[in-house]
């Protein structure tokens, strides 16, 4: 998740929609006082190697009186105020109302079948490797629409004002880029590129009950964003 007072923005980070390379190419115009928060460590030394900022301002202040002394749990550790892929229901808990309000807002989605592959070869070692069919019927589809669906949504109604999708990356990050007014284009950085091995098309890797199955989790995305399994 970004949160940048400069160009006066929140990116939703939802997973496996290439939003790890989204948020690294963000970096380039986060100044001090924006919200940036931690990403996994193989991914903080792409970060690093491109000279951007890293984790900054996510953590809860450290006062009596702050959230973090009321009992409320939070995802992470305890003293994390935003995280890696935190909703857009407690993003707008926790930040000015007027900064919710007049913020662009905006995320990235994907094909559902195209997701639960991705996470599917992400997700597990290679010598540890459930088969798909078993992570189908798993609740890892669950915890993947919680960063997804659920992530842009409250009480079912979509909040953030645009929603990028995957299968357009050549052209929406630059729309999005001349919305805010970022000075330059965004350069993606290859992250997490290198789990999945399979990358035929998902309806020569997933039998039409697996993509039943998929369907039947994702059927709100699916409505929205006209997607087929």
Not at 67 to 86: D, E, K, L, S
Request: aromatic share 12%; glycine share 6%; net charge neutral.
């Amino acid at each position: 998740m970004i949160l940048s007072h400069r160009y006066r923005f929140i990116f939703l980070k939802t997973g496996k929609t290439a939003g790890t390379s989204i948020e690294i190419a963000l970096n380039e115009y986060c100044g001090a006082e924006d919200i940036i928060t931690p990403i996994k460590p193989e991914d903080e030394l792409i970060r690093r190697s491109l000279g951007f900022r890293g984790p900054q301002n996510y953590l809860e202040p450290d006062t009596p009186t702050g959230v973090a002394g009321t009992g409320q749990p939070w995802a992470g550790t305890p003293n994390r105020r935003f995280y890696n892929h935190i909703p857009a229901i407690q993003i707008k808990a926790r930040v000015d109302a007027s900064v919710w309000s007049g913020y662009y807002k905006f995320c990235f989605e994907r094909h559902p079948c195209e997701r639960v592959i991705s996470h599917y070869f992400s997700h597990y070692p290679r010598e540890h490797r459930p088969t798909l069919s078993e992570f189908i019927d798993s609740n890892a589809m669950q915890r993947l629409k919680r960063t997804g669906y659920d992530a842009y949504t409250i009480d079912d109604e979509v909040v953030v004002d645009k929603i990028g999708l995957y299968e357009s990356l050549e052209t929406d990050p630059e729309e999005f880029r001349v919305r805010v007014g970022l000075p330059q284009p965004l350069s993606l950085p290859r992250a997490k590129a290198s789990f999945r091995t399979d990358h035929r098309h998902f309806r020569e890797i997933l039998s039409p009950e697996e993509r039943a199955k998929i369907a039947r989790v994702f059927a709100q995305e699916i409505a929205l964003f006209g997607y087929e399994c």
